[in-house]
T-cell receptor, first 114, second 116 residues
Framework: DTEVTQTPKHLVMGMTNKKSLKCEQH?????MYWYKQKAKKPPELMFV???????INESVPSRFSPECPNSSLLNLHLHALQPEDSALYLCASSQGWGGSNEQFFGPGTRLTVL | QKEVEQDPGPLSVPEGAIVSLNCTYSNSAFQYFMWYRQYSRKGPELLMY????GNKEDGRFTAQVDKSSKYISLFIRDSQPSDSATYLCAMIVTNAGGTSYGKLTFGQGTILTVHP
């Protein structure tokens, strides 16, 4: 099973709202990732967790706050977003943190900020 | 100049054609190469994963890596309308000590349409 699940599928929020995106995998992977993808562009890395510790933050604004409660779950907390943050947010996981590990993506959450 | 160059297309072919998708890269530290397929409004799906120069085949798909030319290709044989999607190449850097970092560097993606 190479499935990464994400909820919700769609999310519409105002600029003053607080919401969370959730990601789950049961493949025993120890690295999990958040990507942001704008239309007709490739995914852009936001955060990497390795063994439940934040390994990489690609200079993402603090209005995005990641959390890794356990090895299977990854959350992305959203607060005071801007309309330009509207995008497809993708979660991915891999066996470990390194080039010999394939990254598997979830279906994404389509976020619209009004 | 981008680290990874990929012609965005769009590419339109008739059903049954052989499709060739390509990426070039400038950083010789890229050592792991992937091809992802992404349907509209869906997440990318890993199609092929390669390390060595040479060919790797999986069903109708063949991935080719030429590290000396810094060029990778994906061939799709007997293309089907269900192959219509955006194809993304992606690469991972390995340092001189052999340590890899999982950060993917993507090409821009090629939009492929296979018409019946």
């Amino acid at each position: 099973d190479t499935e990464v699940t994400q909820t919700p599928k769609h999310l519409v929020m105002g600029m003053t709202n607080k919401k969370s995106l959730k990601c789950e995998q049961h493949m025993g992977h120890r690295a999990m990732y958040w990507y942001k993808q704008k239309a007709k562009k490739p995914p852009e890395l936001m955060f990497v967790y390795s063994y439940e510790k934040l390994s990489i933050n690609e200079s993402v604004p603090s209005r995005f706050s990641p959390e890794c409660p356990n090895s299977s779950l990854l959350n992305l907390h959203l607060h005071a977003l801007q309309p330009e943050d509207s995008a497809l947010y993708l979660c991915a996981s891999s066996q470990g943190w390194g080039g010999s590990n394939e990254q598997f993506f979830g279906p994404g959450t389509r976020l619209t900020v009004l | 100049q981008k680290e990874v160059e990929q012609d965005p297309g769009p590419l339109s072919v008739p059903e049954g054609a052989i499709v060739s998708l390509n990426c070039t890269y400038s950083n010789s530290a890229f050592q792991y190469f992937m091809w992802y397929r992404q349907y509209s409004r869906k997440g990318p799906e890993l199609l092929m994963y390669t390390y060595s120069s040479g060919n790797k085949e999986d069903g109708r798909f063949t991935a080719q890596v030429d590290k000396s030319s810094k060029y990778i290709s994906l061939f799709i044989r007997d293309s089907q309308p269900s192959d219509s999607a955006t194809y993304l190449c992606a690469m991972i850097v390995t340092n001189a000590g052999g340590t890899s970092y999982g950060k993917l560097t993507f090409g821009q993606g090629t939009i492929l349409t296979v018409h019946p």
